[in-house]
Every structure is written in structure tokens, then in C-alpha cells.
């Protein structure tokens, strides 16, 4: 009896033994793997990001996960399904942006769950490049943007108002809606998108066209008229176009607040915006 017993103990140390054996060591991301970020131009209507994985080893390595940690956003932007870097490649991964986060310290970081080719895996937190400024950018975006809705809704009308075969210039209106809360906010320019220029009340086309309109929680809503014509006749602009239907405004507010927001237009209107685009051009 106390030899069978002890001949168990010894096969279940055998087991433990060869199970730890088995289980593959904790890895450290090597040095040559680096992350950095950047935006396409798609990625800016969707709030999205990409995190460039690149892998200076000779070997190849997956990515199960990945993870902005950022303090300009509320919660961490995650790409959660493995994706191989090859040696000496890169992939991106997509990720989709969260809240903003205003006026906080600056903190970012991207945090790599990873398995080497070998089978060993690991967690490895680092600081990703960001060679276009593209954090600083979206975070000054987002934080103007809270900063002027907090005063007044800036949205595009339902339509757009143009007469096919007329080629005259099609008439967009943006409505600004005051919130009632303290402070003003002023519109000192619209501006013209890589597809569509404004024209003036002379009907020459401008790269600024002057606003210079007050709203405040007295002022009641107000309208921006703007008269558009195609920046170019470009038959690949539309099947191309990103940004095209983002109209800029140059604001600021009484509380400090300063710079270009972007106001989006509907499916509706930016679909008539292309028929416009394809009727004042002569386009099939």
C-alpha cells in the first residue's frame, strides 16, 4: 500500500513537472518592435485611428492585442483580434476613438499583448511615435468642439437647394442654435473643402468667406448661407472623396476657445452634393 502510494505521488510530480515544463515562458516585446499612430483621411469622419505595429526582428509575431491608452480620451481604443506582423514589416490596426477628454495632463501609451514565433507570449506597454501630430490635432478638435457646442449647435440643413442644368451655384445653409448657456461664440469665416468652393455674393469663387456673425444665448438661431460650386471637375473627385462635404468654419469664444471646426452634412445632402458636383461639371 505505501509503495503504490508513494509510486502515485512520484507519477503526479512527474506531471506537475513536465506541465510547467510545457507552459511557455513570459516574453519581452524585443526593441525592434516599435508602435506609432497616424490618421487616413477616412479615418476622421469615422473617429478612428491607426496604430502602426512595425517589426525590426528577423522574425515574424502576432499581435492578439492592442490598446491606446490615452488621457485625451475616455476610455482606451482596443484592437482585439490577432493580427501577424511579418519580420521586418508593419501592419496597422484600426481603432475607433472614444469621448474626449478635456484639459488633462498628456499621457499616452499603447499596450501590446503579443506572441513571438516561438510560442512565448507577453504584455509590453510602450509610447507610440506620433509623426503628424495627429493626437494633438484630434484632441484640439474634440476639445473646440465641446467648447462651441456648449454655446451653440452648429448642424447643416436637410437639403441643399440647386437646379440641374442650370450650372449655377448650389445654396447650402448651416443653422447655429444658441444653448442659452453663458458666453458667445463668433463665426468669423467659412471655407471652401478639397470638392466644393465657396463663391461670394458677387459670384466670385473664395478661400475665406467672411461670417463675422455673433450668437449668444440673446441672439436667438441664425443662419450661414453658403453659395458652393465644384473646386475642380475632376471625374475620380467624388468616387474619391473623403473630406469633401465637411464644411470649416473659423470660430471663437468668449471663454478662449479658438480655431476650425468641421460641420458633416447628412446621406441625403451628400448624396445631392455629388449630383450637383456630376450635373455642374457635365459629368456622366
Known amino acids: 500500500m505505501i509503495r503504490r502510494m508513494l509510486r502515485l505521488a512520484s507519477l503526479v510530480l512527474v506531471t506537475v513537472a513536465l506541465t510547467v515544463g510545457c507552459s511557455p515562458a513570459v516574453a519581452t516585446l524585443p526593441t525592434e518592435v516599435t508602435v506609432s499612430v497616424f490618421q487616413n483621411r477616412f479615418d476622421y469622419s469615422l473617429r478612428q485611428l491607426e496604430l502602426k505595429v512595425s517589426n525590426g526582428t528577423d522574425a515574424p509575431l502576432t499581435v492578439t492585442r492592442a490598446a491606446l491608452d490615452s488621457s485625451r480620451f475616455a476610455t ?21 476613438l472614444t469621448e474626449p477628454v478635456c484639459g488633462e495632463p498628456v499621457e499616452d501609451s499603447v499596450v501590446l499583448e503579443f506572441t513571438l514565433d516561438d510560442g512565448r507570449t507577453g504584455t509590453a506597454t510602450l509610447v507610440p511615435s506620433d509623426e503628424s501630430g495627429r493626437l494633438d490635432a484630434i ?77 449668444d444665448s440673446g441672439s436667438g438661431p441664425g443662419v450661414i448661407r453658403l453659395s458652393i460650386i465644384p473646386a475642380r471637375c475632376d471625374p475620380h473627385a467624388v468616387a474619391e472623396d473623403k473630406r469633401g462635404t465637411f464644411f470649416p468654419l473659423e470660430v471663437e469664444t468668449s471663454l478662449g476657445a479658438a480655431g476650425r471646426i468641421y460641420v458633416p452634412v447628412s446621406d441625403e445632402v451628400r448624396s445631392s452634393l455629388y449630383e450637383f458636383f456630376g450635373d455642374y461639371c457635365g459629368l456622366p
Open 76 to 96: 482606451p481604443a482596443v484592437w482585439d483580434r490577432p493580427q501577424v506582423v511579418p519580420a521586418g514589416a508593419a501592419r496597422d490596426l484600426r481603432v475607433q
Open 139 to 215: 484632441n484640439a478638435e474634440d476639445c473646440l468642439g465641446e467648447a462651441v457646442a456648449a454655446i451653440a449647435t452648429i448642424a447643416a440643413a436637410d437639403a441643399v437647394e440647386w437646379m440641374p442644368g442650370a450650372r449655377a451655384p448650389a445654396t447650402l445653409d448651416l443653422i447655429v442654435t444658441p444653448t442659452g448657456a453663458p458666453g458667445t461664440l463668433t463665426v468669423n469665416f467659412a471655407k471652401g473643402t478639397v470638392l466644393l468652393s465657396l463663391v461670394d455674393a458677387t459670384g466670385v469663387e473664395v478661400y475665406d468667406l467672411p461670417v463675422d456673425e455673433l450668437f
